[in-house]
């Protein structure tokens, strides 16, 4: 089976969360700061991050049912995969 869509799909995940990351620090430097201007623009920032997020998720969950994975877990979808893509999803 070709797992590539579905590694596709986690690594944009991974990508948007250690965005999320990023953000957190700002944030957490904002209101350290008391700068409510800045914590404003960062409460919208995390807004778009979540709808950015949301999306993604309908995406790897299309993509798991169009594989025939839905319900999987990511680990049981390790375990049935074979090698290279096996080796890419466990590093997921």
């Given at each position: 089976m070709n797992y590539e869509p579905l590694i596709n799909v986690l690594l944009e995940e991974i990508s948007v969360y250690a965005e999320v990351i990023?953000?957190?620090?700002?944030?957490?430097?904002?209101?350290?700061?008391?700068?409510?201007?800045?914590?404003d623009a960062i409460l919208n920032e995390e807004q778009m991050y979540g709808m950015k997020i949301n999306s993604l998720e309908k995406r790897r969950l299309g993509?798991?049912?169009?594989?025939?994975?839905?319900?999987?877990?990511?680990l049981d979808i390790v375990r049935d995969a074979k090698n290279p893509e096996k080796t890419k999803l466990y590093r997921l």
């Open positions: 990023e953000v957190e620090k700002r944030k957490t430097v904002a209101i350290a700061d008391g700068s409510s201007d800045a914590l993509v798991s049912d169009g594989l025939g994975l839905g319900g999987q877990t990511l």
